[in-house]
C-alpha cells in the first residue's frame, strides 16, 4: 500500500481543493479523508505530501513515440519514462510511425509494448491508408483492435471529401478525430513564422492562413456531420476566435495547445534556431495573447504537449533541412505553472482541467478524480519548487527550454497504485 499524508489534493472532476490522507491499495484509492488512520506495514511506502498539489495524473492527448521504426529518436518504454517524469499516467501516440498505424498488427505492437511500461499507453490509428490522404483505413476494424482515436497528425488532410466521410464514420464509432492544419499551398518553409523574423533570415516560412483556411473548413464540417474534431497545437489568433465561434454554433469541437505555444514567439527562432522550428511555428506576440486568452475563456480546452523527440545530428542540420519538432513531456507542466499560473492566467484548477479532465473528455476516458474507489493515477508535485530544466529521460534532447528555469517539480507519479517517477531528492 501507499500512504499519502498532507495531500493538498486540486480535483477538476468535481471542482474540489482539500487537504486529506489518502491510502492507495490494489491499483485503486482504498481511502481518503482528514486525519485517516495509518496502519502501515514494513511494505508499505508513506510520503509526507505537505507543501506539494496531489492532482489525477496528467494525461497527454498527443505525443510521438517514434516506436516501430524511428527507436533512435525515442522508443516506447523511453517515452513512457519522460511521460512518467512529467507527472503523466496516460498518453495517446500518434500514427505517424514506420509502418504508421495504418493496420491492426501495427497497432497491437503499439498497445502491446505500451503494456510494459507502467503508465497507460493509447494509440490512435491513421485516418487514411499509408497516410497518403487518399483512401480511408478500415476504421471499424482499427476501433475493434484498440484505437482510441483517428489523426494523420504530422500531415493535412487536403481531400474535403474524404475529411467529411471520415467525419461521419467517426461520429458514428464515438470517437475523435484530430487534425493537423496546415495547407501546404500557402507554405514554402515550414516551421518558421512568415513574418519579421523569417524575413530577417531571408526564410518564407509559414503564414498563419495555412492554418487558419484548414480551421475553418474543418470546424464547418465538424458542425454539421456531429464528429467530435480536435484541432491539433492551435498557434494563430484567428483559429482560436474560429473554435469559440464553432462552440458557440453547437459543433463538438475542441482545441489543443502545446506549452511551446503559450510561452514563446517566433523570436525564439533567433535564440534557438532549429530547436525553436516546429510545425505549425511559433507566431507573433499577438497570436501567443491570443491563445492565453483562449486558454482562460474555454475556447482552447486542452494542453497537450506534441512531444517530437529528434536525434542531435538531425536538429543540427540547417534551418530549412532539419526536422521540426522538440520534446515536451518533462516540461509541460512546469511551463503551465511557471507561465500560465504564477503569471495569473490560470488557476492551478484550471490548469489541471486542461491536462487531466478535458483530455480524458476528447478520448471517453473513464475519469473519477480523487476519491474512493477510482483508479490511483495521481501526480503530486511542488508548485513552489524552482529547477533547470535539464537530465532527459528521453532518448533526445532537442527542447529550447534546457537551462531554463521553471517552477514546478514533479516529485512522485503513480500510475495504477504504483509509484512510477520518483524525483530522487524525495
Not at 165 to 188: C, K, Q, T, W
Not at 248 to 259: F, I, K, N, Q, S
Not at 318 to 344: H, K, M, Y
Amino acid at each position: 500500500m501507499i500512504w499519502i499524508r498532507n495531500a493538498h489534493v486540486i480535483d477538476p472532476a468535481d471542482q474540489s481543493e482539500k487537504t486529506v490522507d489518502i491510502c492507495l491499495a490494489d491499483g485503486k484509492i482504498a481511502a481518503i479523508g482528514k486525519g485517516l488512520e495509518f496502519r502501515v506495514s514494513k511494505e508499505d511506502v508513506v510520503i509526507d505530501a505537505s507543501g506539494y498539489v496531489v492532482a489525477p495524473g496528467l494525461i497527454d492527448v498527443h505525443v510521438h513515440f517514434r516506436d516501430p521504426g524511428l527507436t533512435y529518436k525515442e522508443d516506447i518504454q523511453t517515452g513512457a519514462r519522460a511521460a512518467a517524469k512529467g507527472g503523466f499516467t496516460t498518453v495517446v501516440c500518434m500514427a505517424n510511425t514506420r509502418p504508421p498505424v495504418d493496420n491492426t498488427e501495427t497497432l497491437k505492437y503499439v498497445l502491446r509494448e505500451g503494456k510494459k511500461t507502467g503508465i497507460n499507453v493509447l494509440s490512435v490509428a491513421a485516418v487514411s491508408k499509408g497516410m497518403k490522404g487518399l483512401e480511408l483505413t478500415d476504421m471499424e476494424e482499427l476501433k475493434a483492435n484498440g484505437a482510441a482515436g483517428f489523426t494523420d497528425d504530422g500531415i493535412p488532410l487536403l481531400d474535403t471529401k474524404l475529411v467529411k466521410e471520415a467525419m461521419e464514420r467517426a461520429a458514428g464509432l464515438d470517437v475523435p478525430l484530430s487534425f493537423h492544419e496546415e495547407d501546404p499551398s500557402f507554405i514554402v518553409n515550414n516551421g518558421i513564422n512568415h513574418g519579421r523574423v523569417s524575413e530577417q533570415l531571408g526564410i518564407y516560412g509559414s503564414p498563419a492562413v495555412a492554418e487558419d483556411s484548414l480551421v475553418a473548413r474543418d470546424l464547418m464540417i465538424a458542425l454539421h456531420t456531429k464528429a467530435a474534431v480536435d484541432i491539433q497545437h492551435i498557434s494563430s489568433a484567428a483559429s482560436v476566435k474560429m473554435v469559440k465561434f464553432a462552440k458557440e454554433l453547437g459543433a463538438d469541437v475542441y482545441a489543443e495547445v502545446t506549452p511551446h505555444h503559450f510561452t514563446l514567439t517566433e523570436e525564439a527562432v533567433l535564440k534557438h534556431g532549429t530547436l525553436a522550428k516546429m510545425n505549425p511555428p511559433l507566431r507573433t506576440e499577438a497570436d501567443r495573447q491570443a491563445i492565453i486568452r483562449g486558454l482562460k475563456d474555454g475556447s482552447i480546452d486542452i494542453i497537450a504537449t506534441d512531444h517530437a523527440p529528434h536525434s542531435a545530428e538531425e536538429k543540427a542540420r540547417d534551418f530549412t533541412q532539419a526536422p521540426s519538432g522538440i520534446l515536451g513531456l518533462e516540461t509541460a507542466l512546469a511551463l503551465g505553472v511557471t507561465n500560465l499560473v504564477r503569471a495569473g492566467h490560470l488557476t492551478m484548477m484550471e490548469l489541471m482541467e486542461k491536462m487531466s479532465r478535458n483530455p480524458a473528455k476528447l478520448y471517453r476516458l473513464p475519469f473519477d478524480g480523487i476519491k474512493e474507489g477510482s483508479a490511483a493515477d495521481l501526480v503530486i508535485f511542488d508548485p513552489n519548487e524552482e529547477w533547470v530544466v535539464g537530465e532527459y529521460a528521453s532518448k533526445s534532447s532537442n527542447s529550447p527550454f534546457t537551462g531554463e528555469s521553471l517552477f514546478g517539480k514533479v516529485k512522485y507519479t503513480i500510475c495504477n497504485g504504483k509509484i512510477v517517477f520518483q524525483d530522487e531528492k524525495d
